[in-house]
């Protein structure tokens, strides 16, 4: 059986070390801005809001609440104790 170094000399050197064209380092930096872009969007149009809001219960488990940023009616919640609790709760509800 081959290691993985004696696998990887296989592979040609100009595989294993492109060689770009001005033209296409100007394409890559530019796809890269972009995705730069739209992951500061996405970023923004995902925020976590939390909110105090203190149920009038004698329950304190659920005095905070946390929901994405343009939050819609039925949309998740997260609700916690804390803030942290409450954010930590949306998470774990997104990844069900």
């Not at 005095?63 to 940023?69: F, G, H, I, L, S």
Request: charged share 35%; with cysteine.
């Amino acid at each position: 059986m081959k290691t993985m170094a004696e696998l990887e000399m296989e592979i040609p050197e100009d595989f294993r070390n492109p060689v770009r064209t001005p033209e296409q380092e100007a394409m890559l930096e530019k796809m890269h801005a972009e995705c730069k872009a739209h992951e500061a969007l996405h970023m923004a149009v995902d925020k976590i809001e939390t909110e105090y809001v203190c149920p009038p219960i004698p329950v304190r488990s659920m005095d905070w609440q946390a929901t994405r940023k343009g939050y819609d009616e039925g949309d998740l919640i997260g609700r916690g104790a804390t803030e942290q609790d409450a954010i930590n709760d949306l998470l774990e509800q997104e990844q069900e």
